[in-house]
């Protein structure tokens, strides 16, 4: 866990949520918007901050960085607590690393299936049905 942006959930819940998602070597990192756009534009080749990014490096493993402002921006239009919608992109970040991905719509509908499914275990509701958004 790696924190460069303050106003995130305890370490402890969002290393739960990776748990729940996958047993991997992650390392989670809470970025500003600046360390986002540069990774976005550098890696995605798209000039903004966004809200959760996946580095994979093998068997489940990888780096997720995760723009605190963007989440809690995001959580504060979207009507969700803090807590639900990081528990929302970590676990999509950890999924991205296990492979899955929503570029195409039964790959989407697959990985979404997945995520309701992850995040019921820990508590939470359809990320879905509020209609969220994740870039």
Do not use: W
Not at 17 to 37: C, F, K, P
Not at 95 to 100: I, P
Not at 106 to 115: D, F, L, S
Request: aromatic share 6%; hydrophobic share 40%.
């Amino acid at each position: 866990m790696q924190v460069a942006a303050a106003g995130a959930p305890p370490a402890a819940l969002l290393r739960r949520y990776a748990r729940e998602a996958a047993r991997a070597d992650i390392t989670l990192r809470i970025v500003g918007r600046a360390e986002s756009r540069n990774l976005n534009r550098r890696f995605r080749k798209k000039n903004y901050a966004t809200n959760v990014l996946s580095f994979p490096y093998g068997r489940g493993s990888g780096d997720i960085v995760l723009c605190h402002p963007v989440i809690a921006k995001q959580a504060s239009d979207q009507g969700k607590t803090l807590r639900a919608h990081y528990a929302h992109l970590v676990v999509h970040g950890v999924l991205h690393l296990r492979g899955h991905d929503h570029l195409r719509r039964i790959a989407a509908a697959r990985m979404e299936q997945a995520e309701i499914r992850i995040l019921r275990r820990l508590g939470f509701g359809d990320p879905y049905a509020a209609g969220e958004a994740v870039k």
